[in-house]
């Protein structure tokens, strides 16, 4: 068996704990201040990188002519806990009556049809050189935001704002990731995101659209023409928050690195737990240092158990029905 990559496993171990407690803390963003600039700052990382990442390993899938049964495989995941979210809400009284949709993906289930969608344009893509292909995918990324018909229906919009990270990742050579192993990269991606985050604080005016890219740009804006520079604004925070994060990622084996190997189930899990203890603790009451403990105890810990051996055995035949 090959042996794993501890530095990636560790990257995508800590990529989802912060995934579980940017969901925890998304409530306090309505004290704005520095609630809203972590908030944001948090968006310009984690899942830019954590799809960066999905990428790189997208290699062997489109290069072996797996990607179609990857593409049902995501498709069945999304299926399955969108029919699954439907009963949850309904069940606990987070919504007075049932209703299923698949048009609208329910809360972080848009990467689950994404995935499905970047398989599809990657394998359409893969003979096309990167220095082509990504600028095109960049411009379709930004020019979409001008198209009112493409919204959060199927996560299209937001299926291309974050194209360019996955087919980036794709194109990456084997060996890129060792350019962030040194301690001088260390201290350069510490940097990195003390700057990224001056930069989020600065900002005047920004809303959560801005980062999550789910909206075409008439829906968020004053002014809508703005925003290809807007949008430009977040890939350029995204690209030092991306490279910063790459720089402070552990390279040695630790004893979290092993469930950097089962990201996916805390990814498709989390967010029920998340839901309920969001419903019936009141999170909002805590201020800030307190909150930032108390999430970080809750994610790291739901990360840990979510991505164990022991989860991964009781949820396998069911996730890899497709």
């Known amino acids: 068996m090959k042996e794993r990559d501890s530095?990636?496993?560790?990257?995508?171990?800590?990529?989802?704990?912060?995934?579980?407690?940017?969901?925890?803390f998304m409530g306090m963003t309505e004290k704005r201040g520095v609630y809203e600039d972590l908030y944001y700052l948090l968006f310009t990382i984690h899942m830019p990188t954590f799809i960066l990442i999905s990428?790189?390993?997208?290699?062997?899938?489109?290069n072996q002519g797996k990607w179609l049964r990857k593409s049902y495989h995501f498709l069945w995941l999304y299926v399955l806990f969108q029919v699954s979210y439907s009963f949850f809400y309904y069940a606990t009284g987070l919504e007075a009556s049932f209703d299923l949709t698949f048009l609208i993906p329910e809360w972080s289930l848009w990467f689950l049809l994404s995935m499905v969608f970047w398989y599809v344009w990657l394998y359409s893509l893969r003979k096309i050189p990167a220095a082509i292909s990504i600028p095109i995918s960049i411009v379709v990324a930004i020019m979409i935001g001008y198209f009112p018909e493409v919204?959060?229906?199927?996560?299209?919009?937001?299926?291309?704002?974050?194209?360019?990270?996955?087919?980036?990742?794709?194109?990456?050579?084997?060996?890129?990731?060792?350019?962030?192993?040194?301690?001088t990269m260390r201290y350069l991606g510490l940097a990195a995101l003390f700057i990224l985050f001056i930069y989020v604080v600065k900002i005047d005016g920004a809303n959560k659209y801005w980062f999550f890219g789910s909206k075409p740009y008439h829906d968020f804006m004053d002014f809508p023409e703005f925003g290809a520079l807007i949008r430009g604004l977040f890939y350029l925070l995204s690209v030092i928050g991306v490279c910063g994060f790459l720089g402070v990622v552990p390279t040695n084996k630790y004893w979290f690195t092993k469930y950097g190997a089962n990201t996916l189930n805390v990814y498709l899990f989390h967010g029920f737990i998340v839901k309920l203890l969001r419903r019936y603790f009141p999170f909002e009451a805590?201020?800030?240092?307190?909150?930032?403990?108390?999430f970080s105890f809750f994610a790291l810990g739901l990360t840990v158990l979510l991505a164990s051996e022991r989860f991964k055995k009781w949820t396998s035949s069911l996730l890899n029905l497709f």
Request: net charge positive.
């Open 151 to 183: 919204g959060r229906e199927l996560a299209l919009q937001r299926a291309c704002v974050f194209f360019p990270y996955f087919l980036i990742g794709y194109h990456l050579p084997k060996h890129f990731f060792d350019i962030f192993k040194s301690r």
């Open 286 to 294: 805590i201020s800030f240092i307190p909150a930032i403990i108390t």
């Open 7 to 24: 530095y990636l496993d560790n990257a995508k171990f800590i990529l989802m704990v912060l995934v579980v407690f940017t969901h925890f």
């Open 55 to 62: 990428g790189y390993f997208s290699k062997n899938v489109v």
